[in-house]
């Protein structure tokens, strides 16, 4: 891919993140802990680190981040993405890495670590009693969406074949 494709490629998976972000900000899960969303800006990363490796995937997820707190919310939900987004994009890598899980899987652990690094700063700027208090639902969220990302972006990845986010 040439420097001037792998821009143009940045740009879109970064503009479609951005737009799975919004439109899961107007569709708000029926669950009552802020925090709890179904992550599909997510599944660009996680399509981003599939088919185009960990580097890659980790500058679009800190573009979305800091897009999506620059668009639609503030420095408090900042701290809160950027650290459910690297922990997340961290054990993800590990998993693509070095397990065999399915995509789904791999969906599952990000749902889970991404849940795990914002109830981390939960603890750290608010209580760790809140942390404790909101950690179950979290957790089974994490499960929940996570799974539901996966199965969406395998049908996904097998919808658009290897060679087409290569260039």
Not at 9 to 25: D, F, P
Not at 31 to 36: M, R, Y
Not at 102 to 130: D, E
Request: net charge positive; with cysteine.
């Amino acid at each position: 891919m040439t420097p001037g494709q792998r821009a143009a490629c940045y740009g879109l998976l970064t503009a479609l993140a951005l737009c799975a972000g919004y439109l899961e900000m107007l569709v708000p899960l029926p669950v009552g802990i802020p925090g709890v969303k179904l992550g599909l800006g997510n599944a660009v990363v996680l399509f981003a680190l599939e088919r185009m490796g960990a580097r890659p995937a980790f500058y679009l997820m800190l573009a979305k981040i800091l897009c999506s707190a620059l668009l639609f919310s503030n420095p408090q939900v900042l701290m809160f993405s950027l650290a459910g987004g690297v922990v997340s994009w961290a054990i993800m890598t590990a998993a693509v890495r070095w397990t065999p899980l399915s995509v789904v899987g791999v969906s599952v652990l990000g749902g889970v670590a991404h849940n795990a690094g914002q109830l981390l700063v939960v603890a750290l700027v608010l209580s760790t009693r809140t942390a404790l208090a909101v950690a179950p639902v979290l957790g089974i969220s994490g499960v929940i969406c996570g799974a539901i990302i996966g199965l969406i972006l395998r049908g996904v990845l097998a919808a658009i074949p290897e060679g087409a986010s290569r260039g």
